[in-house]
């Protein structure tokens, strides 16, 4: 009879992904996962695989945890009757400064720094991460293009993609040990999206 499972799934994922995203791939092994689940290393094989595949499971369960927590987001700021360049903005800095201890910069952004495009699965799950968050960000500009709050120079596709690589460009400085003035570039970015009244 095999033995039964003891760990959840989603505890174990948590903790391996905050390894992997103040780490790294390269530079986590699967001894240090093993270490830090505190679960047999057969059981992790069992359960996710090997480490590759470990990895991409994170990606998936970070993909999971932070696109549901900037859709309360953002549903919280809506219900309080904040504009949509409000929520914008919140979209753009949203983790790029913390009061909560986690690791710097953004595991998305650290894999494609650490793998570019040499790894086929990996870029097809950043790929799926960024196209859902330039989703919220590009629906959120239409918004406010409906109620002229935000400027319609162009289009809301075109303004989120540049929102989304200023921002991606922001986390991986964090990630080099940089410090950017977050609050300057919000500024600058409501300065420029914005029309005044």
Same mark, same amino acid.
């Given at each position: ?6 760990? *959840? ?7 391996? $992904? ?9 530079? &986590? ?23 590759? =595949? ?6 998936? @369960?970070? @993909?999971? +945890?932070?696109?549901?927590?900037? &859709?309360?987001? $953002?549903?919280? +700021? ?10 914008? %903005? %919140? +979209?753009?800095?949203?983790? +790029? ?28 799950? =950043?790929?799926?991460?960024?196209? *859902?968050?330039?989703?919220? $960000?590009?629906? &959120? ?37 940089? @410090? ?18």
């Amino acid at each position: 009879m095999p033995a039964k499972k003891t760990f *959840d799934n989603d505890q174990v994922l948590d903790q391996i $992904m905050r390894q992997f995203w103040q780490h790294g791939y390269y530079h &986590t092994s699967m001894d240090e996962i093993v270490t830090l689940s505190g679960v047999k290393k057969q059981s992790l094989y069992n359960a996710f695989g090997d480490k590759h =595949t470990i990895y991409l499971k994170t990606l998936q @369960h970070y @993909h999971q +945890l932070m696109l549901a927590a900037t &859709t309360r987001a $953002m549903q919280e +700021l809506e219900q309080t009757g904040a504009t949509p360049l409000t929520v914008l %903005m %919140m +979209l753009f800095t949203q983790g +790029l400064t913390s009061d909560k201890p986690q690791p710097t910069g953004d595991l998305m952004a650290n894999a494609v720094a650490e793998f570019a495009s040499s790894d086929a699965d990996i870029k097809q799950l =950043t790929d799926r991460y960024y196209d *859902d968050y330039l989703t919220l $960000m590009a629906s &959120t500009i239409l918004k406010g293009q409906a109620n002229q709050t935000i400027i319609t120079t162009q289009s809301s596709m075109s303004l989120a993609q540049g929102l989304l690589e200023a921002r991606i460009g922001l986390q991986t400085r964090l990630r080099q040990g940089s @410090h950017p003035d977050i609050d300057q570039r919000q500024h600058s970015w409501t300065a420029f999206l914005g029309i005044s009244a």
